[in-house]
């Protein structure tokens, strides 16, 4: 293993602390809120990648002349490949560095998103779809590997915040910005606005100056072995799937609510795309509240309610769901606001178990998000004749799950200083 680079420290902008900087790094590292931005950019291509479509989903049904399953196999391989593809380029980040998986990455999605304008049936769609998640990998396990390597340890969990709430801008914009595509160009179109994008984003990663400072020199296989080890961390390991449950009910709800709107509610294209936008939005407010309610309320016990909020949603849409595009949507929305309220202390609560391979940590936290999220699109995609009821079922049983998983395994994990209760 290499040793790192040696360290000074410097005054941060976005902190106001001491951060550590390697004697190495070029001055011109982009500053902080610029590394904010890129790293929401990088962490929102999965999202664009399909939020910006979903209006366009029946219409490639009709213009495909497909069924509703083929074209959800446009979404629900789509999360898992990504799982997969970052499983591996977390790893290579730690041996290579950030910079390059990034390059790489985003390269393949631009190509991929081309291919996936010029798709003449659904299965060139598919099979582009395929390669435009592997594009994706990065941008799923290295900003968070970004944001350790960036950040001091007392600020990664405000980082994580923002960022959410950055992210959360893109479902909210998105399906809007692609429904508005539509009326002045096919779905076709989308894919190419896609590429465009990023395209521009790839211009803007040859900015960045590599945060990675302690890569080592081990062999392809070496580095990839780091994720056993990583598993082999039994705190890490019940963390993981526990914050893994909430994302099977949101993909859920992604991959079936142009079906829910659109075909169960009658809704047009921009209107399904105003609902879902009003989601979004109401995770995004989530977000950036969980920064002020955390000095209120202890990080652990805003976990706590995350789950509670989750079953409350589903009763309610259990109950209610059926009689009105809106009330549907007031009870997915408090879903959704749990969920963005639970992701910065998770977040900030598993990457606390690892001391180092945080590459590896980050891989691994977002594969299994990831295949947890794809059995939500693939779970609701069967032929329920109310998927409305399913949809809320599914909410509340997670949600006591998670309840009953939360409090056998927070009192065996470690608890960094900023998150633990008062003594």
């Keep these: 293993m290499k040793k790192g680079t040696p360290l000074n420290r410097k005054k941060d902008e976005y902190s106001g602390n001491d951060t550590v900087e390697s004697n190495h790094v070029n001055s011109r590292q982009l500053g902080t809120t610029a590394m904010m931005l890129f790293v929401s950019i990088l962490c929102a291509f999965p999202m664009m990648a399909t939020d910006m479509y979903l209006p366009?989903?029946?219409?490639?049904?009709?213009?495909?002349?497909?069924?509703?399953?083929?074209?959800?196999?446009?979404?629900?391989?789509?999360?898992?490949?990504?799982?997969?593809?970052?499983?591996?380029?977390?790893p290579l980040s730690d041996r290579f560095g950030r910079k390059p998986i990034i390059l790489v990455t985003i390269s393949m999605y631009a190509l991929s998103s081309l291919a996936c304008a010029f798709s003449p049936n659904?299965?060139?769609?598919?099979?582009?779809?395929?390669?435009?998640?592997?594009?994706?990998?990065?941008?799923?396990?290295?900003?968070?590997?970004?944001?350790?390597?960036?950040?001091?340890?007392?600020?990664?969990?405000?980082?994580?915040?923002?960022?959410?709430?950055?992210?959360?801008?893109?479902?909210?914009?998105?399906?809007?910005?692609?429904?508005?595509?539509?009326k002045?160009?096919?779905?076709?179109?989308?894919?190419?606005?896609?590429?465009?994008?990023?395209?521009?984003?790839?211009?803007?990663?040859?900015?960045?100056?590599?945060?990675?400072?302690d890569r080592s020199d081990e062999s392809i296989p070496a580095?990839?072995?780091?994720?056993?080890?990583?598993?082999?961390?039994?705190?890490?390991?019940?963390?993981?799937?526990?914050?893994?449950?909430?994302?099977i009910g949101m993909m859920g709800f992604v991959g079936i609510s142009s079906f829910i709107f659109q075909e169960t509610f009658g809704l047009s294209e921009m209107q399904?795309?105003?609902?879902?936008?009003?989601?979004?939005?109401?995770?995004?407010?989530?977000?950036?509240?969980?920064?002020?309610?955390s000095q209120i309320i202890r990080p652990l016990t805003i976990i706590t309610l995350s789950f509670v909020l989750s079953i409350v949603s589903?009763?309610?849409?259990?109950?209610?769901?059926?009689?009105?595009?809106?009330?549907?949507?007031g009870a997915i929305a408090i879903a959704s606001a749990a969920f963005a309220l639970q992701r910065a202390p998770a977040m900030s609560l598993l990457?606390?178990?690892?001391?180092?391979?945080?590459?590896?940590?980050?891989?691994?936290?977002?594969?299994?998000?990831?295949?947890?999220?794809?059995?939500?699109?693939?779970?609701?995609?069967?032929?329920?004749?109310?998927?409305?009821?399913?949809?809320?079922?599914?909410?509340?049983?997670?949600g006591i799950i998670s309840t009953l998983f939360w409090y056998y395994t927070r009192n065996k994990c470690k608890i960094p200083k900023s998150m633990a209760p008062p003594k």
């Design 351 to 398: 990457l606390e178990q690892q001391d180092k391979n945080t590459g590896s940590a980050t891989s691994l936290m977002n594969f299994v998000f990831g295949i947890f999220g794809s059995l939500g699109l693939v779970f609701i995609s069967l032929d329920w004749s109310n998927r409305i009821f399913v949809l809320g079922l599914l909410n509340l049983v997670l």
């Design 223 to 247: 580095s990839l072995s780091k994720l056993w080890v990583v598993l082999q961390n039994l705190d890490f390991a019940r963390l993981i799937i526990l914050f893994a449950l909430a994302p």
């Design 184 to 213: 002045y160009t096919e779905w076709r179109g989308i894919f190419f606005f896609m590429f465009l994008l990023s395209f521009s984003t790839l211009v803007f990663a040859f900015f960045f100056k590599e945060t990675n400072h």
């Design 314 to 329: 589903g009763v309610l849409t259990i109950l209610f769901g059926e009689f009105h595009p809106a009330l549907f949507l």
């Design 122 to 182: 659904i299965w060139v769609l598919i099979i582009s779809r395929v390669f435009q998640a592997i594009g994706c990998g990065s941008g799923m396990a290295i900003p968070a590997a970004i944001v350790k390597d960036y950040f001091p340890a007392e600020k990664k969990e405000k980082a994580f915040a923002l960022i959410g709430a950055l992210t959360g801008f893109v479902p909210m914009i998105a399906p809007i910005f692609g429904a508005m595509l539509l």
């Design 272 to 293: 399904y795309s105003i609902y879902f936008s009003v989601n979004a939005g109401i995770s995004v407010f989530a977000a950036l509240a969980y920064i002020r309610v």
């Design 56 to 90: 366009a989903v029946p219409l490639i049904k009709e213009q495909l002349n497909t069924t509703v399953a083929l074209v959800n196999w446009t979404l629900s391989p789509f999360f898992a490949i990504i799982s997969f593809s970052g499983l591996i380029f977390g």
